[in-house]
């Protein structure tokens, strides 16, 4: 399962830092903060063009709105006339996370379902357990409105009576539940289904055996099935994975330009020990009021001391790391999200590393994308604490073309004036 190759994956790096080979980007502050009146005029004058026209169904329309959406994003207003159209059109797409895919897809599904058939008739995989829970929160929000429609979760633990078909009409797992729920256990007619959706394919394919369990599903769909994929990277492994999942398809890829890291600043403050990175910390704290951050840390041990560090200073800290079961950490999360913590400190448990250990440039965009949403602005700090960790930075500076400028943390006044 995703959670212990997730855990072993930590475990190596843990090993790999502990014997001195691996000195990387080891804290990485995110803060989010909110729009300047400046901004918002900015975004009221640019034409905001309504959900209405991509959504026929009043009831979700109502959900769209009371999550807050008012307009579609870039990904949004281009995918959902495909998916939506008759015949179903299958459907590549890629943008960078935090762009709104999951919500477009999630519109898409319960656009297509009959509320009063009463089987499965979309099917969603994740690549993990987390990223199906938090997605079928998505559903169910969106949802909201439209009571007739119902989900199931086809995730490890979540087990049913040998024989029984399932009635929902939606159903989100991950690959290998699901699998079984539609061949070994047949709680699932797969011959029914109408839309397919695979999110995160590149995370999808780092799993070992997620591509072929996905594979199996989906050949298990009919040929008019609406097969859906989505993707925040493009590398040629996923693009190949892609081809066999969705046959005959349309294919949306945002360009760089459009995944800017515009709406995020970055500054990188330079450290030698893990005493001064935690200084560094405090003087930023110190000096400008952070909504939320994330902290990034190489190893547990790591981790671990500094939310003890942080806590005793007083911060509501949240901890997160491999060696969690995957229900505590879908629970810190969700914690964190709710704002219950302002503080969460995490080891690397889903980066991704490149050849020589080193998290890529993919990995850095997808952790400070997490900031920055919907002009959201945000704040990334990189520690760096070696000559490793600056190359490291500079080939991010480089692939992103965008400077990275250094930031004396003890000096308050200039910290003041990056958060203006
Ligand atoms: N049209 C929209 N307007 C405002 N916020 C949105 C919109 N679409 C998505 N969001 C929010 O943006 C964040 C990222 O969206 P999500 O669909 O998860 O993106 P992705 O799947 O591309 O990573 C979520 O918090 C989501 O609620
Ligand atoms: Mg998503």
Redesign the pocket.
Known sequence: MATDSWAQAVDEQEAAAESGQLQTLQIQVVQLGNLKPMEKAKLQKKKTKPFSPLCSKPQLLQGVYA???????K??ETALPMMLAEPPQNLIAQ?Q????????FVLAMLSHVDPNNHYPQCLCVSPTYELALQTGK?IEQMGKHYPEVKLVYAIRGNKLQRGMKLQEQIVIGTPGTLLDWCSKFKFIEPKKVKVFVLDEADVMIATQGHQDQSIRIQRMLPKNCQMLL?S?TFEETVWNFAQRIVPDPNIIKLKREEETLDTIKQYYVLCTSKEEKFQALCNIYGAITIAQAMIFCHTRRTAGWLAGELSREGHQVALLSGEMQVEQRAAVIERFRDGKEKVLVTTNVCARVDKDGNPDNETYLHRIGRTG??GKRGLAINMVDSKMSMNILNRIQEHFNKKIERLDTDDLDEIEKIAS
């Open positions: 999550m807050g959406f008012n307009r579609p994003s990904i949004q943008s996370s935090g762009t709104g895919k999951t919500a477009a998505v989505f925040a949403r919907f």
